[in-house]
């Protein structure tokens, strides 16, 4: 049985950090994309950021130069360093994997989301 354990939510001052963590644990052969999704009250669930097994990386506007993805593809963890933190990155975090293979199945995973608070 596949789980995504995510971590290191909470709340900031604006202009600081966080550090997200997300695991992803079961018998896992291989996981084609890790990312970060993202959802304020009232609004839609939102891409932040993705990494491939290759490190290929995609960031939202909103959030380049400031976070910064990464995986330990042995551990099967990936990472959101949010730095410079502003109110409007207030939400919910989502944890994704997609094309995660197992020995039954290729399927697609979402974490139990963590809230990150940033106040003005």
């Known amino acids: 049985q596949v789980q995504l354990v995510e971590s290191g939510g909470g709340l900031v001052q604006a202009g600081g950090s966080l550090r997200l963590g997300c695991a992803v644990s079961?018998?896992?052969?291989?996981?084609?994309?890790l990312g970060w999704y993202r959802q304020a009250p009232g609004k839609q669930r939102e891409l932040v950021a993705t990494?491939?097994?290759?490190?290929?990386?995609r960031y939202a506007d909103s959030v380049k130069g400031r976070f910064t993805i990464s995986r330990d593809n042995a551990e099967n963890t990936v990472y959101l360093q949010m730095n410079s933190l502003k109110p409007e990155d207030t939400a919910v975090y989502y944890c994704?994997?997609?094309?995660?293979?197992?020995?039954?199945?290729?399927?697609?995973?979402w974490g139990q989301g963590t809230q990150v608070t940033v106040s003005s």
């Open positions: 079961g018998t896992i052969f291989n996981i084609d994309a």
């Open positions: 994704n994997a997609v094309g995660v293979i197992t020995a039954f199945a290729r399927s697609n995973y």
């Open positions: 990494i491939t097994s290759g490190s290929i990386t």
